[in-house]
């Protein structure tokens, strides 16, 4: 069975608890992937996918998810950033 990749919505509040509006967020794997499955696809760590919050602070990305890829313990690295460009969060997240 293919590999697909997997919708994934993130939301993001700043400190006091506001929607993270019309900010950013910044995904990139920890690693280079390939699919668990031969012909699969085959992604670069270095590849750097820029979503563009909402006025509630979400968005929706399409992500490789780590549980069908090689490594089997990838993770990928997510930055947000407010709506002047400022980093407000860090952290990892595996899909």
Not at 21 to 43: E, F, H, K
Not at 61 to 71: C, D, H, K, Q, R
Request: hydrophobic share 40%.
């Amino acid at each position: 069975m293919p590999v697909t990749q997997q919708s994934v919505t993130l939301t993001f509040q700043d400190p006091s608890g506001q929607p993270l509006a019309n900010g950013r967020v910044d995904i990139r794997l920890q690693v280079d992937i390939s699919a668990a499955t031969s012909g699969g696809p085959q992604v670069c760590a270095g590849r750097l996918v820029s979503v563009t919050l909402n006025g509630s602070g979400s968005a929706t990305v399409l992500l490789w998810p780590n549980s069908s890829t090689f490594p089997a313990h990838s993770v990928y690295f997510v930055t947000a950033f407010t709506a002047l460009g400022q980093p407000a969060w860090k952290g990892e997240l595996t899909v």
